[in-house]
């Protein structure tokens, strides 16, 4: 196969690669804006007080009075405040969670694309110092200096360092490695455990019940 040909399956390989990438981004924000609406959903829940009606007398001999009411727990409207939070906490280990499985799966495929890489440059900066020395040894052979055997030698190496170079490439666009953190993987997973402690935390805050005591009512007499 040609260095074009070659050129073209690395291309193709890329722009297959692309919307994996997105694919993966798209997730992420389709499970933070379904997190988050559940959030607000459950936050106005509990912000809406608990409508109560009676009926009531209140001295003897008058007659009956319609009473209704509303109340509105406070640890109720203290989890609403929380929910939120909450949300954007899950959100937050939800990406960190992704970021730092992505990294640990790509490793690998990462150490082994850069080393490619630097194959390539080699065996670029060798065919560059060949065809110079091809040149010389073309015009040494003219001038009865050298003779052709070296000169074919010298062009057989050219087209051994000629397969490398494609087959390098071939390898290089066979292997999948989208961007990956700067960060060390160390740090994700210490960012990945600081967020599922962090979410933990938030999560225990709206199960107290130390404030279910006091409930503020209101009443209206009709």
Known sequence: MSLNNWKSVSCSILFLAVPVLAADLTDQLAYC????EQAQAQRDLLRTPIAAAG???PETGLPLQLVGGASLGLSDLRKASLTM???RKNCELYKATTWAQQDIQYALPSLEREALRNRLALIEQASKSLDAMMEKTAKMVEAKNATRLMLF???ATKIKLDADHADTQSKIAALYTPPLSDQPLKELVAEKQHGEASEQKALGVPRQRKWDRLRPEV???I
């Open 55 to 57: 009926m009531t007398q």
């Open 85 to 87: 939070d909450v949300a």
């Open 219 to 221: 009443k209206l007499h």
């Open 33 to 36: 804006s379904y997190v988050m």
């Open 153 to 155: 030698t010298l062009q």
